[in-house]
């Protein structure tokens, strides 16, 4: 008899072949996130979970679920996740790092290229009719070659951001909670506080995990620190910015540009201030939305998942047990 699982969204087909061919899976077919009291209910009987970053799992699910084995993230980060509690309880979490990398990175610089040159101020100018000649000061924007970009956080994606810079011929400095040397060699990347960096970056890109330290690592005070005609890009996590902060920043000219690709909450209210912003780029947390990524990401959490309920390591596993 198969086990079985429970699978908070829909996967792409290749990967949703796979897991249905070792597991007897039921799926939650809908766009919005299963309400968690229903989650609950769903796994009870389940050996194996896959869910996502918008899905809560914390111990009273587990508690819920006495059979389960295995808890497999299709995400890189995990802090939707009761790590410890699933520790203690024996159960492995799976997350899908790593194939995300070039994606996020191509994002990260598709966001700071199009607030650097305002681009989507000057696609909702053409299309409201204000285009009616060239002119000499019309929607000037900060130029990119030869500046000097942050990175706050260089691990993997950080290190990608970084190498794309070095096109751009750009001064790279970074800061980490731990230093990089084997980065400072290969990329030419220079380590500096994190004062220092947002005080000498023209462009502030950050890529930490969201942890205590790094919650409202961006805010007044930190924002303040930065030059007025700084952009800064986010394709972390939403809390690592205090978006009121960064809302009174943008509107008072304390930095020039936000780019988000998260935000806090997700998904960010319709009528939230921040959308009155024309200096502020705002994604739905498509960093990673490429088809080729996806359907990785969805396959590594698929075979966390199969790994699990086989009593296995899992190829990407969150917690030692």
């Known amino acids: 008899m198969k ?11 290749v990967a949703w072949d796979e897991l249905i061919e070792a597991c ?26 896959l869910c996502l970053l918008t899905d809560r799992i914390d111990a009273d699910l587990m508690d819920s679920a006495p059979n389960l084995k295995v808890i497999s993230q299709c995400a890189v980060g995990f802090d939707n996740i009761d790590v410890a509690a699933a520790t203690a309880r024996g159960v492995p979490v799976g997350h899908t790092p790593g194939v995300l990398t070039d994606a996020t990175a191509d994002f990260a610089w598709a966001l700071l290229m199009s607030a650097a040159r305002r681009v989507p101020e000057a696609v909702d100018y053409v299309r409201a009719g204000k285009w009616n000649t060239w002119g000499l000061t019309v929607l000037l924007g900060q130029r990119v070659y030869g500046m000097t970009l942050g990175v706050v956080g260089m691990g993997r994606i950080g ?83 205090d978006m009121d902060a960064l809302y009174d920043a943008l509107k008072a000219g304390v930095i020039v540009y936000a780019a988000l690709d998260v935000t806090d909450p997700e998904p960010l209210p319709a009528d939230h201030k921040l959308l009155t912003l024309s200096n502020c780029i705002i994604n739905p947390h498509i960093a990673s939305g490429t088809i080729a990524t ?23 596993q969150v917690n030692s047990l």
């Open 294 to 316: 996806r359907t990785l990401m969805a396959q590594m959490a698929v075979r966390n998942l199969i790994a699990g309920l086989r009593g296995e390591a899992l190829p990407n």
């Open 24 to 49: 007897d899976a039921e799926l939650w077919d809908e766009e919005f996130p299963p309400p968690h009291e229903e989650l609950l209910a769903r796994v009870a009987d389940k050996e194996g979970l």
């Open 159 to 241: 290190q990608a951001v970084a190498e794309r810079a070095r096109g751009f011929n750009m001064r790279i400095l970074y800061y980490d909670a731990f230093r990089q040397p084997e980065a400072e060699e290969r990329l030419g990347v220079e380590y500096r506080s994190l004062e220092e960096v947002l005080a000498g970056s023209d462009f502030v890109t950050l890529h930490v995990n969201l942890t205590d330290e790094t919650r409202h690592m961006i805010n007044a005070r930190t924002l303040a620190m930065m030059k007025p005609t700084a952009i800064v890009i986010n394709t972390s996590r939403g809390p690592v910015i």
């Open 3 to 13: 086990p079985k699982v429970y699978v908070t969204r829909r996967l792409p087909k």
